[in-house]
């Protein structure tokens, strides 16, 4: 009799921490954000030294209340320096959190004005048909999910590939930032509906090959609609039963680099992934990039209304800063004279914070080009953090037009004084070399030793 009550007993505490571990197959709640947590803190403390003493994933503002996405494990940390917060998670979690959704009333579904997957993927094919002598869908890659990742290029003949300037223009690498799908969407179409009536479009789309990628996490972006309005990474399932994979931190150059610009953690929200370029999202930008003559890219987020710059995984000046400042300055000067805001430039590491395998010290670093982070408006958390409106769509593409169109003309300008630059050789040999380099880093990782 004793015998089977400790097996009761013993079954009972397997199943209870199989069910803590996420494991118990019948548990209610999956195992999605990992070891994530959503806090509140009240806004009249000073967030600022938090911020730079913790790493947190700030999620938006409700009056008083400022929410962050962060690690469970930094919980007690943060109590004892002294904050206030309260644990918010269940709110944030799955369907039915009417107060995270945009002022989505309108037409168009859960999104509203913003795109879905397959709201993109018709627009974009309405476009190439409607204009086939400047438009053309191109499928670099497909998503974990079997996405396409769509590039429309833009340019006259646009099914051959011309002696002319690529220039890039990326969005949504972070599911939540919804708004940074329809800024390079709404400049792709801006371009192609203005060939006919404005000289100026017209001049720089026959003398340039555009590349609109509005949306490089498919998957991540419709997790973001459906089930989880915050959510930011793709939809990998990690080894650890958590999901996602930090698409700007999975890019190869310096990949890894430390663990302060990105995290070997799965569930962290800067999980850098297994190994550089792991995610089929980025092999599918880099291919695109090995295969096109690409001299300058944008790659559009939010928030926090700055123009940023390589180097984002240390805080060092490349060897164009100047250029690449006043590019930068240029651009802002360009946005602020439509509405009036104001976007602050600077070094990515020092204007936001440290990342390592972003996008944009990839392009730089590879390519050498000029390759900025644009984050689009709000500025901050209280004007509404990653959660904009439908009615903020059209400024905030109107603001942005006028930068976007400078740097294509910098880029056909400098292009036709320099010359086709031998890219491809460039670009291999320094992709050999680093990869030795990424494969070390990635080995003493995983023997649980830290690279530096
Ligand atoms: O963290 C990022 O990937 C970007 N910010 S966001 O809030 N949209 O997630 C910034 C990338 C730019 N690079 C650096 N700041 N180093
Ligand atoms: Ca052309
Ligand atoms: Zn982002």
């Keep these: 009799m004793k015998k089977t009550k400790i097996i009761q007993i013993l079954i009972i505490l397997i199943l209870l921490s199989a069910a803590l571990y996420g494991l118990w197959p019948f548990s209610l709640s999956e195992n999605e954000t990992g070891s994530l947590e959503v806090i509140a803190l009240d806004s009249r403390q000073d967030l600022r030294t938090l911020r730079l003493n913790f790493p947190l994933d700030p999620l938006l503002t409700d009056g008083l209340k400022v929410y962050f996405l962060v690690e469970r494990k930094y919980l ?268 602050q430039t600077g070094r990515a590491a020092t204007s936001l914070y440290l990342t390592n395998g972003d996008f944009a010290d990839w392009a730089y670093g590879f390519f050498r080009i000029p390759a900025f982070t644009i984050e689009l408006p709000p500025v901050d958390l209280v004007q509404g953090g990653f959660l904009n409106s439908e009615s903020d769509i059209e400024p905030i593409f109107r603001e942005n037009l006028p930068a976007a169109l400078y740097l294509i003309e910098w880029a056909i300008a400098s292009y036709v004084s320099k010359g086709a630059r031998a890219f491809p050789l460039l670009r291999r040999e320094l992709e050999k070399k680093h990869e030795i380099m990424i494969k070390d880093r990635a080995g003493a990782a995983f023997k649980g030793k830290e690279s530096r």
């Design 76 to 343: 007690d940390s943060i109590q004892e320096a002294g904050y206030v917060f309260t644990i918010e998670t269940g709110c944030f979690q799955h369907k039915g959190e009417k107060s995270l959704r945009p002022q989505a009333e309108g037409t168009g579904g859960l999104n509203g004005a913003y795109h879905s997957y397959r709201e993109l993927a018709s627009e974009l094919k309405s476009l190439a048909t409607s204009y086939p002598t400047l438009a053309r869908l191109y499928v670099p890659g497909q998503s974990l999910e079997n996405r396409n990742i769509y590039a429309l290029k833009i340019s006259d003949n646009p099914g051959l590939s011309e002696d002319e300037p690529g220039i890039a223009l990326l969005g949504g690498h972070h599911a939540r930032e919804w708004i940074s799908v329809e800024v390079p969407l709404l400049i792709g179409r801006y371009l192609l509906e203005n060939y006919s009536r404005e000289d100026r479009v017209r001049a720089l789309v026959n003398s340039a090959e555009v590349w609109i990628i509005p949306m490089v996490n498919p998957d991540g972006l419709e997790y973001s609609i459906l089930n989880y309005r915050l959510w930011r990474k793709n939809r990998r399932l990690n080894q650890d039963g958590s999901y996602g994979v930090d698409l700007n931190r999975n890019y190869s150059y310096e990949w890894a680099y430390d663990d302060i610009g990105s995290s070997p953690e799965p569930s962290s929200a800067v999980f850098r992934g297994t190994g550089p370029f792991s995610e089929p999202e980025t092999e599918a930008i880099r291919k695109l990039f090995q295969n096109q003559r690409i001299s300058a890219a944008i790659s559009y987020h939010s928030f926090s209304q700055l123009i940023l710059y390589p180097w984002g995984y240390l805080d060092q000046p490349t060897e164009d800063e100047a250029l690449l400042q006043s590019l930068a300055q240029e651009m802002a000067g360009l946005i602020s004279q439509v509405n009036g805001r104001v976007y």
